[in-house]
């Protein structure tokens, strides 16, 4: 079954330290892995998105990586700050579908 | 500035009063697509569309109807809403097929429905 799992569920880290968000997925084939951020009542935003040949991909303080060996994902977020508190969802691709994971509700607070 | 829009964006209604939601896009994308949202089971698409006159089902079509007339324009349309169909709904948009591409999706501000 193609599934998308994600841990932890929810996170709260102190203002100004790292954290890392995971998503395991079964999905075969695979065409592409997504991270998006969701604050809370507004729609997703893309922040990321890799291929099955790309390792690494970063975007400001997001830093995402894929091994596409063992179906898991991370995505890494460096010096937090307030406005990172959100929901973390982790997609992928097949190429005749979208799977989106339950996503990762993270809290930074001062 | 680029964006996806829809309309309305919160909506109560009663069960079997037809309705529909608008979705609209500024970027000349040719991918569309609705999703809606739950407490606990993520995102689902409920249709898409990769171009003009051309949509299809997603994971979880039952009870819904679309229609791609022009390229910006997507509506969901709900001939007879249910309870179970209130749920928080967003349009999307990317510049080419989701699927298959590396294009970034753009998703609406969201629509949140209430059916009674």
């Known amino acids: 079954k193609n599934q998308v799992e994600q841990s932890p569920q929810s996170l709260i880290i102190l203002e100004g330290k790292n954290c890392t968000l995971q998503?395991?997925?079964?999905?075969?084939?695979?065409?592409?892995l997504r991270w998006y951020k969701q604050d809370t009542g507004r729609g997703p935003v893309s922040l990321t998105i890799?291929?099955?040949?790309?390792n690494t991909k970063s975007n400001g303080r997001y830093t995402a990586t894929l091994d596409a060996d063992t179906k898991q994902s991370s995505l890494h977020i460096t010096a937090s700050q307030l406005s990172d508190s959100a929901s973390y969802i982790c997609?992928?691709?097949?190429?005749?579908?979208?799977?989106f994971g339950p996503g990762t509700s993270l809290s930074v607070i001062p | 500035e680029a964006q996806v829009t829809q309309n309305p964006r919160y909506l109560i209604t009663v069960t079997g009063k037809k309705l529909t939601v608008t979705c609209s896009q500024n970027?000349?994308?040719?991918?569309m697509s609705w999703y809606r949202q739950d407490p606990g089971l993520g995102l689902r698409q409920i249709y898409y569309?990769?171009?003009?006159?051309?949509?299809d089902k997603g994971d979880v079509p039952e009870g819904y109807k679309v229609s791609r007339k022009e390229k910006r324009n997507f509506p969901l349309i709900l001939e007879s809403p249910s309870p179970n169909q209130t749920s928080l709904y967003f349009c999307?948009?990317?510049?080419?097929?989701?699927?298959?591409?590396?294009?970034?999706?753009?998703f609406g501000p969201g629509t949140r429905l209430t059916v009674l």
């Open positions: 999307a948009s990317s510049l080419s097929s989701g699927e298959v591409s590396t294009d970034t999706q753009y």
């Open positions: 998503c395991n997925y079964t999905v075969s084939p695979f065409s592409n």
């Open positions: 890799m291929t099955f040949s790309e």
């Open positions: 997609v992928v691709l097949r190429y005749d579908k979208v799977i």
């Open positions: 970027m000349n994308h040719e991918y």
């Open positions: 569309s990769m171009n003009v006159e051309v949509t």
